[in-house]
Structure formats: structure tokens, C-alpha cells
């Protein structure tokens, strides 16, 4: 199958615009697309504290402060804008990895505060495997995208991730720990460990150090060919401090923003996708059901997410039945459906993926691309209306950026290594 041609960012259409008359999902829109939504996301640099959280007209909300998980998105988005030659996109990534080496570092003990106040002090002092694992995620891809410092900051959070958060019997991450890491939260999350796969997928390609990958396949194997496999395709995403599955965390409030009750289809995805990047690395040394899981999990986020009506999308949550709990559509969940189709395509070439992919876009073109202030809408409501259940603002271009470039894009085990080998 032949592999699609460079996002080159270099045609006449302007950042905060769309090509006229461009089909969705065609290379045009969606180099068009990630142009716009790294100029949106450009105006999330603060003179202090990395990058803000910003609001449905691209402005920073103050009060929000920085996020730790934003700052390192978006340190991200800009290492893959400058392996695609976006103006400003280096400096960008300068920025961000200063942030991380100053004041988000915990000089005393270790690790990186999860959030900072506007005036660039921590907002707060606890740590969390999720905000680390996009700490090695952004220096990993500002490494392969061959920025100065980078790899010092890799080395550095590897080795928070590898003595503070890594439970070798477990085989995955502890979820939460305090300022000291002298006491752990009773609880572990597959949220964190997922994006830790994502991270220590990267770090194998930037280090050259294979154990990153054995040790996201050893994740995998504890959540997906566990868990997920016995609680038919749906990933169970609390635990208790044994790993036994917490089925009724968050069961009064479902809404929580990071740890919702029930079952996650986008989650469903986004798993598919790094399973299908790590048993294309692997290769004939991948273990069979790699594959086999990413299919399933597709397939189960597909039958329990999407719903037609009143708007075309994908619920929220659902319980461990498959029913709907919250049916707020999120941005993120469409561009992990794109992303997870796009990649399954790519390996087994089954036209069934190429179809979902281009009616998703179709979808997320007519409801959730905000061609008046830019970037998506990251909420609708079942209607397919701009709402803020969850969410306000438009926090960061993460999910939606890797979603336009990775239909176009080869398959590798991390998007700044796709967009650095693509022709």
C-alpha cells in the first residue's frame, strides 16, 4: 500500500483557515487542518508557567493557571509542528521544555508539579503519573524533533517515571503520589497507564532503549488482555490497589472530569491505536493477540459509542452493559475514532476503516470544527450544540492535531517518529 504524501504546511490556504470546496479527510483539508490548529494553539504561551489553558476564542483563562499535562501537550503539538516545518514551532518547544526544566520542576524533590498559578508558583504540589507521563511524551518528541536539551529532560523524567511511579510486580504505573512520593493514593487508573504506553512508546524511539517498550507491552497485557479481554472488550478504567477493578468508582458522580464512572469508547480507541503502533513495531516478535485486541476494542467502542440521533457522534461513558451514561459528545473521542481507524487501515487494509474514517470527518467537520474562532468545539451536546458540561474552553489541540496528521502519515510507535519518516 503506498504511503501518503509529507504534510508540507505549504499551501496558500492561511492558518486560520480551511481550503474552499476540500473534502474532509482528503490530504488538503487535513494539512489545512493541522496548520489552523497549531496557530490556534499558539496563543497558549504565557510569559510564565509554559502554556495556559484557553477559552473558545483562543485566550488564555487566567484562573486556569498550567496545567502540567497542557504545558507538556502542547510542548508536544509544537515538536511535531517543527518536524513539519511550521514557522515559530522551535521556539515554541523552547519554550515549553524551559517550563518543565523550571518552574513545573520540583527542585527539592523530584518530579514536576501538576499545576501552576497564573503568576507561575504551584497551584499543585501532588504528583501524578498522568502529568509525568506527558512529560516524557514532550521531551521525547522534542528529542526526535532533535531540539536542544531535550534528551537531558527524557533522561530526567524517565527516571522519576522508572523509581516514583513503576510497580514492577504490577507491571504498570501507580496513579497518584504526594509532593515527597512518600505516600501513594489507594488507587490505580488505567487513564494514566494508557498514556504512559503512548510515553514510553515514544521514549523506545528517542532513547533507542527498547526496555520502554517492553515495559508498555506489559501494561497492555495487564489492562487490555486482562481486564479488557474479561470485561468483554470494555476497558475497566479504576482499580483497586491489588488491580482488582473498582466497577462502581465514581458511581454518585459520573461527570468527574479525569475519572468518570463506567466504561470510556474514546478510551476504546485510543488504545486500539497504540496497540496497532506497537505490533507494527514489533513486528514478527508481536504477540498475536495485539492485534486481535485492537480490533475488538474498536469494534466494542463503535457498538457501544456511536449514536445517530438527534446528531451523529460518540456517547461519553457507558456502564458495563454497554448502555449509554453520559452522552456528551467530546472532541477527543471523534479524533481518537479517526486516529484508531486510520492506523487499522494502514495495517490490514480493510476498507471498512477508510469508510468509518472519512464519515467520522464528515461528522466532526459539520459539528465540531468551530470555523468562526477556530480549533474544535470540545463539547456538544447529544444535539450536536456547543456546550460545557464538562469542559469549558478549548483546553488544548492535542487529540485534534494527531488526528489530522495521522491519516496521512506512515505507522510508527510515536506520531513525532510517523511525521519524521514520512516522505
Known amino acids: 500500500m503506498k504511503e501518503p504524501d509529507r504534510p508540507a504546511?505549504?499551501?496558500?490556504?492561511?492558518?486560520?483557515?480551511?481550503?474552499?470546496q476540500a473534502q474532509p479527510a482528503s490530504p488538503a483539508y487535513l494539512t489545512s487542518m493541522a496548520r489552523q490548529l497549531l496557530a490556534f494553539g499558539a496563543g497558549a504561551r504565557q510569559p510564565i508557567g509554559g502554556f495556559g489553558y484557553l477559552d473558545n476564542a483562543g485566550?488564555?483563562?487566567?484562573?486556569?493557571?498550567?496545567p502540567l499535562w497542557i504545558t507538556c501537550r502542547m510542548t508536544h503539538c509544537f515538536a511535531l509542528g517543527s518536524l513539519m516545518g511550521w514557522p515559530g514551532a522551535p521556539a515554541l518547544v523552547d519554550h515549553g521544555l524551559a517550563?518543565?526544566?523550571?518552574?513545573?520542576?520540583?527542585?527539592?524533590?523530584?518530579?514536576?508539579?501538576?499545576?501552576?498559578?497564573?503568576?507561575?508558583?504551584?497551584?499543585?504540589?501532588?504528583k501524578q503519573a498522568y502529568g509525568h507521563a506527558f512529560v516524557v511524551l514532550a521531551a521525547s518528541s522534542a528529542t526526535l524533533a532533535g531540539q536542544p536539551g531535550a534528551n537531558q529532560l527524557l533522561a530526567k523524567s524517565l527516571e522519576v517515571m522508572e523509581s516514583r511511579f513503576w510497580e514492577p510486580e504490577a507491571g504498570a504505573v501507580v496513579d497518584q503520589l504526594n509532593q515527597d512520593f512518600s505516600c501513594v493514593e489507594p488507587y490505580r487508573g488505567a487513564n494514566a497507564n494508557m498514556h504512559t504506553v503512548e510515553a514510553f512508546s515514544a521514549a523506545a524511539l528517542a532513547t533507542g532503549d527498547g526496555i520502554w517498550c517492553e515495559r508498555a507491552l506489559l501494561i497492555c497485557e495487564?489492562?487490555?488482555?486482562?481486564?479488557?479481554?474479561?470485561?468483554?472488550?470494555?476497558?475497566?478504567?479504576?482499580?483497586?490497589?491489588?488491580?482488582?477493578v473498582n466497577r462502581?468508582?465514581?458511581?454518585q458522580t459520573p461527570a468527574d472530569q479525569f475519572r468518570p464512572f463506567g466504561a470510556t469508547p474514546g478510551h476504546g480507541f485510543e488504545w486500539a491505536r497504540l496497540l496497532v503502533q506497537l505490533q507494527h513495531h514489533l513486528g514478527d516478535k508481536a504477540p498475536p493477540w495485539l492485534g486481535q485486541a485492537a480490533q475488538e476494542l474498536y469494534d466494542r467502542a463503535v457498538a457501544d459509542g456511536w449514536e445517530a440521533r438527534p446528531a451523529p457522534g460518540f456517547v461519553y461513558t457507558t456502564?458495563?452493559?454497554?448502555?449509554?451514561v453520559l452522552r456528551t459528545r467530546l472532541h477527543w473521542?471523534?479524533?481518537?475514532?479517526?486516529?484508531?481507524?486510520?492506523?487499522?487501515?494502514?495495517?490490514?487494509?480493510q476498507v471498512r476503516y477508510q469508510n468509518d474514517l472519512e464519515a467520522w470527518w464528515q461528522a466532526i467537520d459539520h459539528y465540531f470544527v468551530?470555523?468562526?474562532?477556530?480549533?474544535w468545539h470540545h463539547e456538544l451536546d447529544p444535539a450536536g450544540r456547543p456546550c460545557t458540561t464538562l469542559w469549558p474552553g478549548k483546553p488544548d489541540i492535542y487529540h485534534a492535531l494527531q488526528a489530522s496528521l495521522l491519516p496521512m502519515l506512515p505507522v510508527t510507535l510515536a506520531v513525532a517518529a510517523s511525521v519524521r519518516a514520512a516522505p
Open 9 to 20: 504546511l505549504s499551501t496558500g490556504t492561511p492558518d486560520n483557515q480551511l481550503p474552499d
Open 59 to 66: 485566550r488564555i483563562i487566567a484562573a486556569q493557571g498550567s
Open 99 to 126: 517550563a518543565l526544566q523550571q518552574g513545573f520542576a520540583d527542585k527539592t524533590n523530584g518530579g514536576w508539579f501538576a499545576a501552576l498559578d497564573d503568576a507561575g508558583y504551584p497551584a499543585s504540589t501532588v
Open 222 to 244: 495487564r489492562i487490555i488482555n486482562g481486564a479488557a479481554r474479561q470485561n468483554g472488550w470494555r476497558i475497566p478504567e479504576h482499580y483497586n490497589p491489588d488491580w482488582t
Open 248 to 251: 462502581d468508582y465514581n458511581s
Open 319 to 324: 456502564d458495563f452493559d454497554g448502555q449509554p
Open 333 to 349: 473521542v471523534m479524533a481518537e475514532a479517526v486516529a484508531a481507524a486510520a492506523v487499522l487501515f494502514k495495517v490490514t487494509g
Open 370 to 375: 468551530d470555523r468562526t474562532q477556530g480549533s
